[in-house]
């Protein structure tokens, strides 16, 4: 499992942000889901190895972040968007 918060640049958490799973150590069904109130996000996700998760949010630039699952362990990530600038 995959858990995770998104932030802005301030460190406040990014409520509707969209994080998908580009890639994994195997074939995936698409996998994608909107943070909630808090910014916060978890993807079931139960095979090991890497995966590259794409975060996207009105008015902010878009990240990648890889994440890298080992058993049954659960991984916490937290991706910082950029605001978009102009």
């Not at 301030?10 to 998908?20: F, I, K, Q, T, W």
């Not at 580009?22 to 996000?41: E, H, I, K, N, Q």
């Not at 993807?43 to 008015?59: E, I, T």
């Amino acid at each position: 499992m995959i858990q995770g918060e998104v932030v802005d640049d301030r460190g406040r958490p990014v409520p509707d942000a969209r994080v998908m799973v580009v890639s994994g150590p195997g074939p995936l069904a698409d996998v994608a889901m909107l943070t909630d109130g808090d910014g916060r996000f978890t993807l079931g996700l139960d095979q090991a190895g890497h995966y590259q998760l794409a975060v996207h949010a009105d008015g902010h630039e878009s990240a990648s972040v890889s994440v890298h699952l080992s058993g049954d362990q659960a991984d916490t990530v937290r991706v910082r968007l950029a605001p978009v600038l102009g």
